[in-house]
């Protein structure tokens, strides 16, 4: 019952690190992608800023607010607001670990070294689970070894992701002089990131909620309250399912969403509601079947009781039932996320977490059967949540999805060329535009074409080639560079190199897409003899610009990069030029 009354705080700590993190991680995200190394220094100082300034004012709550905390959902019982009182306090003096690690991840993430951030992560987890047995049990510190144990594991989290932030992000400069408040900045980050804390922190206030509620029952609040606690963390396996894959959703919808490509809109939230469903149900079954075993384990650090365990096993069985809504609710919110809403997301949170469930929990309590009824909560919670969201995401749906038309495209032709590296493919498509006598676009007239017809705000050239001479460009970069491609289709006859103009006009009819290719040791040669390379050097780009260009060209169109089936022409560029410009241009005109 200690640890369960203490965990809203442990939540509203994470909560609070999630939503710096999210801001954070959107800014350096879009500073790295501008080039602007000064903003991105800035930015990385004043989330570290920012971590010391909410562990202080927790510091303050632990060293001063923890037993008041711990004595309003107690019910008088002291040994109860003893036990929580201890660990609430050493959570909350020594949260610089929790909260360092949410800054410290966003790090390594904005710069793509996601690797990193989730070895910190497991490392930690592998601590926590190991030194949680041996302080409650081997050592004997009860809840005070529960707590150390947690705080140990954040710890060991934050400084691996330390050291590896500081070994291999080099795009971020760790100066002490960019740690200082930027007022501007600061303002960005909880722009982007507040909505991310709230519903975090509406998790904090729902089991501060529920442990009140709770500890108004006629049952003995020990066993009432733990069940709960124990039920809680084991729901979260369930629940950071259904946002893992909502996260999925957000990152492929809205970059979809950016590209007006409806086709893949539609698929993106058929497939992303199916897969969360089939998740879901697969988690329902496995709690179902293992209920008993789940409480127990969960309940073994709590040295919880039999009674506690039965009472907790009722509760996985019938919560569970929820957790298709649940995951519904969930992916939901993820879709209305991507489409830009910041308030429909709120309001779902709301509803499943507070708006139904305090109401529904507390005629449950007056029943003197509360031990085995209460936990029909939740599901019913979830059930009226995602009954709501349907209408919700219908009403989302028609306002911004169903509006998108078709792109209206001209009969011009455009001939996309794609080609492996060292198939001197750019050389060879100029050569075809000439013979054809239309207009020829590598990247650079691309972004040439953008700046002449004013297609692109800014003119700095890091930036310029940041969203347009790069293939690690952004997503938004690659909707910026898919709107230009689809203006110089428009515009007139043309012949396209690269940036995936094959997929992004796929609906043009008069498109003729060419793939080149060649084994890798002609490949090779002909590198050396354009850039004067060595063999392992002209390899190893080689493989660096293919993998580049597989991995830019998956992200826009969903299809593997050189599949011979999604061209017209696949041509072996060992012939030669002069007869691979003689195919194409005779396929042309005929």
Not at 39 to 67: D, P, R, T, Y
Not at 229 to 237: A, D, E, M, N, T
Not at 278 to 301: H, K, M
Request: glycine residues 8%; neutral net charge.
């Amino acid at each position: 019952q200690a640890l369960t009354i203490a965990f809203p705080i442990q939540i509203l700590i994470i909560a609070v690190g999630v939503g710096t993190g999210v801001g954070l991680n959107a800014l350096l995200s879009k500073s790295l992608g501008e080039k602007d190394n000064e903003k991105v220094n800035k930015v990385a100082g004043n989330g570290i800023f920012l971590s010391i300034c909410i562990f202080l004012v927790f510091l303050i709550f632990g060293l001063f607010g923890s037993e008041w905390f711990i004595s309003l959902f107690a019910g008088g019982n002291q040994e109860v607001i003893e036990m929580g009182t201890i660990y609430l306090k050493i959570c909350s003096c020594f949260s610089l670990g929790a909260i360092g690690y949410a800054v410290y991840e966003r790090f390594l993430q904005s710069t793509g070294r996601t690797m990193y951030s989730t070895i910190a992560q497991i490392s930690g987890a592998l601590v926590n689970i190991i030194f949680d047995y041996i302080f409650i049990f081997p050592l004997n510190m009860g809840v005070a070894g529960a707590a150390w144990a947690t705080v140990l594991g954040q710890f060991v989290s934050l400084f691996m992701a330390m050291i590896f932030h500081y070994k291999v992000n080099k795009e971020i400069n760790g100066n002490l002089k960019y740690i200082k408040p930027n007022w501007e900045l600061i303002k960005g980050i909880y722009n982007i990131g507040i909505s991310a804390a709230i519903m975090q922190g509406l998790l904090a206030v729902m089991m501060a909620g529920m442990n009140a509620i709770l500890g108004i029952a006629r049952v003995d609040q020990t066993i009432l309250v733990g069940s709960f606690g124990i039920y809680y963390k084991i729901q979260q396996i369930a629940l950071f399912s259904a946002f893992g894959l909502s996260n999925t959703i957000i990152s492929i919808l809205s970059f979809n969403y950016g590209m007006k490509d409806k086709e893949r809109i539609d698929d993106c939230i058929k497939y992303g509601l199916i897969d969360t469903f089939i998740v879901s149900l697969i988690i329902t079954i496995v709690f179902e079947i293992l209920a008993r075993p789940l409480a127990s384990l969960f309940g073994l650090a709590g040295g919880s009781t039999a009674e506690i365990i039965d009472v907790c096993i009722v509760a996985i069985r019938i919560a569970s039932i929820g957790y298709v809504f649940m995951g519904f609710s969930v992916a939901v919110q993820g879709i209305l996320q991507a489409l830009g809403y910041a308030l429909r997301p709120l309001l779902i949170s709301l509803l499943r977490l507070v708006i139904f469930v305090f109401p529904i929990a507390y005629i449950f309590v007056l029943s003197d059967n509360v031990s085995n009824i209460v936990w029909w909560t939740f599901p019913i919670a979830e059930i009226l949540t995602a009954i709501i969201s349907i209408f919700i995401l219908k009403s989302s749906y028609y306002a911004k999805i169903a509006v998108i038309k078709a792109p209206v495209l001209s009969k011009n032709l455009v001939i996309a060329v794609s080609r492996e590296h060292g198939t001197n493919g750019k050389e060879i498509a100029r050569r075809v535009a000439e013979e054809l006598g239309i207009k020829f676009y590598a990247k650079e007239e691309i972004k040439q074409f953008a700046i002449d017809n004013s297609l692109v705000e800014e003119t700095d050239e890091e930036i310029l080639y940041s969203e347009f001479l790069s293939l690690d460009a952004s997503k938004e970069a690659m909707v910026k560079q898919a709107k230009v491609i689809k203006e110089i289709a428009n515009e007139g006859n043309c012949v396209i190199v690269g940036r995936a103009a094959d997929y992004i006009l796929k609906d043009n009819p008069n498109l003729i897409k060419v793939f080149l290719y060649a084994p890798l040791d002609y490949r090779i040669n002909k590198i050396k003899e354009i850039y004067k390379d060595n063999d392992e050097e002209a390899k190893k780009y080689a493989m660096k610009s293919d993998k580049a260009r597989a991995t830019y060209y998956e992200i826009i169109s969903n299809q593997v990069w050189g599949n011979k089936e999604n061209y017209d022409l696949c041509i072996d560029c060992q012939i030669g030029n002069e007869k691979i410009v003689k195919i194409i241009c005779d396929y042309v005109r005929r």
